[in-house]
């Protein structure tokens, strides 16, 4: 029987994705066939994961570079779509979140939260679609959130790059979309990784995100996976455009 979503012979790259989620979706992603390039900024933490995946009998390599820096983002794509010629599927994952009430913000707080959680994804989105369009195949994942779809206190440049990104998921899915490139954006709720320890340990907290997520529990990082094996296989050729919340039904509950 056929394995509907298997992905061999991909080429991958998931940014920000030593840790986290990012690194649930690359292993996901190489556990269905694909080539998976594994980015972070740490040069040692890409080459461990890459390491740790090849050891699992995939296939992998490490491309370190900040996703925000705009000219070394260019660069990182050139150097994947000539070594593994070409890229097929892109994965915008890297992010990062700034707590402050806003009328503490600083303007350069702002701008690097553009940079970091729109502006890259915007760039890189950009630069791997180039040959996807030529080669008429393409898949681009960008990973929102929750906060694509509504807003809490003290993060606005989160919840207005969140936003942009849904944004920019829909304009890359209708000018992409006639060449055979597909753009989708899974948008999780709150999952258990080591970046939200602190937040889980809160037991405030940890009871509002229990207590407002329907299944009242927070998720694990293998649940979001799946979802984005499906966007990146021959299957989901259909799915463009979508802006999907994979968050325990929180977006959906009213109270």
């Not at 889980?200 to 009871?207: E, L, T, V």
Request: hydrophobic fraction near 50%; glycine fraction near 10%; charged fraction near 20%.
């Amino acid at each position: 029987m056929r394995d509907r979503f298997a992905i061999p012979g991909r080429t991958a790259l998931v940014t920000g994705s030593s840790r986290g989620l990012g690194w649930a979706i690359a292993r996901g992603l190489a556990e269905s066939g694909a080539h998976v390039v594994i980015n972070s900024r740490d040069a040692g933490a890409c080459a461990e994961r890459a390491a740790e995946l090849e050891a699992a009998g995939h296939q992998a390599s490490a491309a370190a570079f900040d996703a925000a820096d705009f000219d070394a983002a260019k660069a990182a794509v050139a150097e994947i779509a000539g070594r593994r010629d070409g890229l097929d599927v892109l994965v915008n994952n890297a992010g990062m979140v700034h707590r402050q009430p806003l009328l503490e913000w600083s303007d350069a707080d702002w701008l690097r939260m553009m940079d970091v959680n729109l502006n890259a994804c915007f760039v890189l989105a950009r630069e791997a679609a180039r040959g996807m369009v030529d080669r008429g195949w393409g898949r681009i994942i960008n990973v929102g959130s929750v906060l694509s779809f509504v807003a809490r206190p003290t993060i606005p440049g989160y919840v207005a790059t969140k936003h942009g990104l849904a944004g920019l998921t829909k304009a890359l899915a209708t000018e992409f979309g006639p060449k055979g490139v597909t753009a989708n954006a899974i948008c999780p709720g709150y999952f258990a990784t080591e970046l939200n320890v602190a937040l889980k340990n809160d037991a405030a907290f940890n009871a509002l995100v229990t207590s407002r997520t329907p299944v009242g529990r927070w998720g694990e990082p293998d649940e979001l996976a799946g979802l984005a094996i499906y966007l990146a296989s021959n299957d989901a050729a259909y799915m463009n455009g979508a802006i999907i919340p994979i968050d325990g039904g929180i977006v959906a509950a009213m109270y």
